[in-house]
């Protein structure tokens, strides 16, 4: 390691060192008391909170010379709070679903242009759908995806459709139009059903779970085998999966009086 690199690693900490200073009691910090408390030069707190503030991390009050958390603090709280309320509050609901369906359920992110699973609870069905924790599925083409496109921007959707809508069965949506509709509807009625459009006789049901500010940040499912998911059931397992979603969006705060989700 040189020189440059303990330097930059010495910056680092210092850094951490500064943010982890504040609390409830000292919600406002001056330069000269950071460098005091921390033992380090003026010059040096100056340049890192100048630094952090060009990132977002502190506001300077222009009249008292003090610092204050910024938002990009309040952000990475705000999604720490938010996985963890995933893995305490949600698996139950989870468990739940696979209790009232009998099918595997999972939650979902996107991740660029694929969904990963991040949960999963199994089915006790002897026969079930093969899926797996952390593996990349075409977002277009999967009930999870679906959901989450349906709620994403315009320009990740058409970024997607310009990368080709490869067909993995005679199910896939491969026309952009068709797909572009198709995500309306979702978001109009609240879920997606995938029918054998990634794997052959499979079909799987997704739904929107949303955060205390009305956002979709992921997206619960159930994956089985279209001998079991038949047409005539369809509707009752489509309401499980929605009402399973809107426990867990309570779960995570979500208020419907407070904020409006068209098609929630």
Known sequence: MDKNDKYILSSVKNALRILKSYSTYEPTKKVSDLAKSLGLAKSTVSRLMSTLASEGFVVKDSETNEYKLGLSALTLGGIVATNIDINTEVIPVLNQLVMKTGETAHLAILDQFDTIYIQKKECNHPIRILTHLGRRNPAYCTSSGKVLLAYSSESLVEEIIARGLKAYTKNTITDPNTLRAHLQKVREQGYAVSTEELTEGT??????????????????????????????????????????????SKKLGYNEKNVYHKGY
């Open 203 to 248: 079909r799987s049901i997704a739904a929107p779970i949303l955060d205390y500010r009305g956002k979709v940040i992921c997206a619960i499912n159930i994956v089985g085998p279209l001998m079991r998911l038949q047409d005539y059931k369809l509707s009752t397992f489509i309401q499980h999966v929605k009402n399973a979603a809107k426990d867990a």
